[in-house]
């Protein structure tokens, strides 16, 4: 579900390039618009299919786990641990690429919708710490250490990227309140 969270990120961006695309206002920004809208979108499918891939790693190692350690099948757990990081570790760098086109359209964009580009930010935020909960439950199910402290680490920085991305993000809408 975390995944999921992302790919709502994305559509509400893509929502606000909607409403600012065909602004007189904006004309100059609409290469950016343009250029944003098909990242975000191909982040939204990709989330969209991860979140599929997430569920389906997740039931194979469940499914595995409880296979006596004599069953051939339980080889297989290893491959089933790896799918179980990696999709959660791809959507949160998807998450990372999303707060960078928000922070792309700000300013960029109806000034009206500066609201949705904020929650935008905070969704991208909430699914990239969601993200790498989920990361870091499967983290413990590896064998290899310095596998497993390169990963975290590699979650732990799209995490800390994505973040300091969405509150650039969520400072700009604020100014612009004002």
Do not use: F
């Amino acid at each position: 579900m975390a995944s999921v969270i992302g790919a709502l990120s994305a559509a509400l961006a893509g929502m606000v390039i909607g409403y600012s695309r065909d602004k007189k206002s904006l004309a100059e920004h609409r290469p950016v618009l343009e250029q944003e809208a098909g990242r975000l979108s191909h982040a939204r499918s990709m989330l969209l299919r991860l979140a599929h891939e997430d569920a389906e790693a997740y039931t194979w190692v469940s499914e595995l786990q409880r296979l006596p350690s004599d069953d051939v099948r339980a080889s297989d757990l290893p491959r089933a641990i790896d799918l179980a990081i990696e999709a959660p570790l791809a959507s949160l760098g998807l998450c990372a690429e999303i707060a960078h086109s928000l922070e792309q359209l700000v300013g960029r964009s109806n000034r009206m919708l500066r609201s949705d580009l904020a929650i935008a930010a905070v969704l991208a935020g909430a699914a990239a710490r969601a993200c790498l909960w989920n990361v870091r439950v499967n983290l413990e199910l590896l064998s290899d250490a310095s596998k497993r402290t390169r990963l975290h680490d590699q979650a732990q920085t799209l995490l800390n990227t994505t973040l300091a991305r969405a509150e650039r993000v969520e400072e700009a809408c604020e100014s612009e309140a004002s």
